[in-house]
């Protein structure tokens, strides 16, 4: 639109000025007292007035075509400003993640009164297999993972055990996986037991806690935590929670089934721990 009017507005103006140069000359030559310039003016006049309201014309559209120009810069400017804040409020939103998690990280290392952090792990991918429960992480062996160590979360929620390392990478067996097997006890009451993967349980993202004492006082909603029996997860870490206590199918055992209580499928980050004094 602009580009037309500016085409427009040039061939009008020097149209104008053929015009107003015209009508001056004709003036000069006869003046305004004689009846030849009385005979012009009369017939100029109105097209004088015309000439006039053309002028204002064009000053208008010139005025919209500035207007414009000058609206379009403002809007670049105002673009690039809001770009930079949004930028800034990015890497604000980051810093205050990074922050966060590192306060959450100081205070599980001052938990940890048997066991240390040793990494923290992006998790690179996951399996598909519906017969097993692993992930891969973005730490290996250079950054001193070693198989064994356990797999937490930020809070201090159990989340698995590295079974493999790479230089560069390493396997997690998650808790539901059906190869675990975790030396558990009931935090309210002290009752032990070996929390583990179940095929059925494991599809729910569950596991079940098994080999209790008979008449175990069991209740839903117990916290289930490592008892730190056996040589690799420290004692103390939280495994979950009780949602249902059952006997088992062939009759004989009574069994819990257990809910993590990290959300395995909501796992970005997570850090390898080792333990570190004998429970």
Not at 185 to 207: C, E, W, Y
Not at 228 to 256: C, H, K, N, R
Request: a negative charge; proline letters at 3%.
């Amino acid at each position: 639109m602009n580009k037309f009017l500016k085409q427009k507005g040039i061939k009008l103006a020097m149209v104008l000025i053929v015009v107003i140069v015209a009508i001056t000359i004709a003036s000069a030559v006869w003046g305004r007292g004689s009846p030849i310039g009385a005979v012009i003016k009369t017939v100029t006049s109105p097209f004088e007035r015309a000439v006039t309201a053309l002028v204002g014309k064009v000053e208008d559209a010139y005025g919209i075509i500035f207007a414009y120009e000058h609206t379009k810069a403002e809007n670049a400017e105002l673009k690039l400003k809001i770009s930079d804040m949004e930028t800034e409020i990015r890497e604000a939103r980051d810093a205050n993640a990074e922050n966060i998690r590192l306060r959450a990280l100081l205070e599980l290392v001052k938990a940890g009164q048997n066991y240390k952090v040793i990494a923290a792990a992006p998790l690179v991918s996951r399996t598909s297999s519906s017969w097993a429960s692993t992930f891969t992480i973005g730490e290996g062996n250079i950054a001193g993972v070693e198989a064994g160590d356990c797999v937490i979360t930020e809070h201090g929620y159990l989340v698995g055990l590295v079974t493999e390392v790479a230089p560069t990478t390493a396997t997690v067996r998650t808790i539901i996986d059906v190869d675990s097997g975790i030396g558990a006890i009931i935090d309210r009451n002290g009752v032990t037991g070996i929390a583990s993967g179940d095929f059925q349980l494991m599809r729910k993202g569950k596991l079940t806690l098994k080999y209790l004492p008979d008449k175990a006082d069991i209740l839903n909603g117990d916290t289930v935590m490592t008892s730190g029996s056996g040589e690799l997860f420290p004692a103390g870490i939280v495994i979950g929670s009780v949602t249902a206590y059952t006997i088992d199918d062939s009759g004989m055992e009574w069994v819990a089934e257990v809910t993590p209580a990290v959300d395995l499928e909501a796992v970005t980050e997570v850090f390898i721990a080792r333990r570190t004094v004998p429970n």
